[in-house]
């Protein structure tokens, strides 16, 4: 997890699978405190069934604990299906949702970016062939957390750091508009994150687009939640990444679908509303394409 944008600023450490990468390449170069032990990890779960997850919990803990397979099914599937099985093995909840943005321009020790206290984003005149499709912020990196798609599809609105406690997703993430991966203070650590109370009879996938078969970062990802009872949508959530500055709830794919039938039209017409209020750059539009059939996709695979 780190702090800042600041070239110089201090560096949290708990598994460093990002940090690591910083600290070779050049752009990361302030001093490294390790807070390993300084976090929560396990998973335990209230009277009402509500999961409270450690920082420090690894995703590989995640994808594999039972109780959160049974309750937050999406969840349990986006931690499964990120990265590697290694890098899940070492990697935390924490790191993955402060983790830095994966843009190649911000990579590079020798560009200014926005991230890095430049003046502009240097991706929107240049290659940003795997950025931003709705284009809502001054940086078109798209959020690099898959963990942070998940959350938000379960709408947690209890994240506590050491600083302040009952934060939502949204509060963690920022609304994308300036440029920064998240919202945290310097020098502030993420330390549990609750989850509201398991909703009955839902089913939950996780899916994503990649430009190779294995270990790639998302082009576009979808965690869908459903309930569907005598044929109809009682209950949906959908939400989305690599796609905007912060992941997106599809909140106009969202209310077509509440209430009504789970037929081919509907979730098709759905999918194609997950694109309402997009803005691609020149090179994203292909993004848009992908997003409709990752949609539709776990829409008809949970109707079924």
């Known amino acids: 997890m780190t702090t800042s944008c600041a ?19 050049g752009i990361a170069r302030g001093p490294v405190i390790d807070i390993a032990s300084k976090l929560e990890s396990g998973i335990s779960f ?12 690894t995703i590989a803990a995640i994808a594999g604990d ?6 937050y099914p ?3 599937a986006t931690a499964g299906g990120l990265a590697t099985p290694q890098i899940r093995h070492l990697a935390t909840l924490g790191g ?28 929107r005149a240049g290659n940003h062939l795997y950025h931003v499709a709705f284009d809502s912020g001054a940086c078109v990196a798209p959020h690099p957390s898959s963990m942070a798609v998940a959350l938000l599809a379960y709408e947690a609105t209890t994240i506590d750091t050491d600083r302040r406690d009952g934060l939502s997703v949204g509060d963690l993430l920022g609304d994308g508009s300036d440029g920064r991966d998240h919202a945290l203070q310097q020098g502030e650590m993420i330390r549990r994150i609750v989850l509201p109370a398991p909703v009955a009879g839902e089913r939950a996938l996780y899916k994503r687009a990649i430009s ?3 270990a790639e970062w998302p082009l576009v990802e979808v965690c869908a939640r459903a309930v569907v009872t005598d044929g109809r949508f009682r209950f949906v959530r959908l939400a989305a990444g690599g796609i905007a500055p912060r992941p997106l709830r599809l909140l106009a794919s969202e209310a077509l679908l509440l209430g009504a039938e789970a037929n081919e039209e509907t ?17 994203t539009g292909y993004k848009l394409d992908l997003l409709i059939g990752l949609v539709n996709d776990l829409l008809e695979r ?3």
């Open 74 to 76: 999406g969840l349990a």
């Open 302 to 304: 949970l109707a079924r």
């Open 267 to 283: 979730m098709l017409e759905a999918a194609r509303r997950a694109t309402t209020d997009a803005n691609p750059l020149p090179m």
């Open 7 to 25: 070239e110089a600023t201090a560096e949290f450490r708990a598994a460093a699978t990002d940090l690591s990468e910083r600290l070779r390449s």
């Open 46 to 57: 209230s009277d009402d069934g509500a999961a409270t997850i450690g920082a420090l919990t």
């Open 96 to 123: 993955n949702l402060a983790q830095r943005s994966r843009c190649w321009y911000y990579r590079n020790p020798h560009i200014a970016c926005l991230k890095k206290g430049g003046i502009d984003c240097p991706a």
């Open 212 to 214: 190779r078969s294995h």
């Open 66 to 71: 039972a109780g959160l397979t049974a309750a």
